[in-house]
């Protein structure tokens, strides 16, 4: 099980972290990925880390966005700084096993989501 928190409303060029906590013993072993979606768009894919620690972010929030692990709290982070209103969506922490998954279908486990708005 895996459930986010953190969303909410910010002004453009704010900040906000998300988090997500995952249940289970072996959280270390996945591959955990930020996702996000609106209702114009399908899920998209915003950043990941492996179980080993390598990241891998989307072109449109390089730079701004920084994913993290702790495994000791079986917890990945998502701290957004810079944020734009074009980043408003429902924001998804997913695991898998897939290596190198960039979409979707990479990913077995989903948390329920969590708001982020951002205002101009």
């Known amino acids: 099980q895996l459930v986010e928190s953190g969303g909410g409303l910010v002004q453009d060029g704010g900040s906000l972290g998300l988090s997500c906590a995952a249940s289970?013993?072996?959280?270390?072993?996945?591959?955990m990925g930020w996702f996000r979606q609106t209702p114009q768009n399908e899920r998209e894919f915003v950043a990941r880390?492996?179980?080993?620690?390598?990241?891998t972010y989307a072109d449109s929030v390089k730079g701004r966005f920084t994913i993290s692990r702790d495994n000791a709290k079986n917890t990945v982070y998502l701290q957004m700084n810079s944020l734009k209103p074009e980043d408003t969506a429902v924001y998804y922490c997913?695991?898998?096993?897939?290596?190198?998954?960039?979409?979707?279908?990479?990913?077995?486990?989903w948390g329920q989501g969590t708001q982020v708005t951002v205002s101009s």
């Open positions: 289970g013993r072996t959280f270390s072993n996945y591959h």
């Open positions: 997913a695991a898998g096993l897939t290596i190198g998954a960039r979409t979707p279908a990479g990913y077995q486990y």
């Open positions: 880390i492996s179980s080993r620690g390598i990241i």
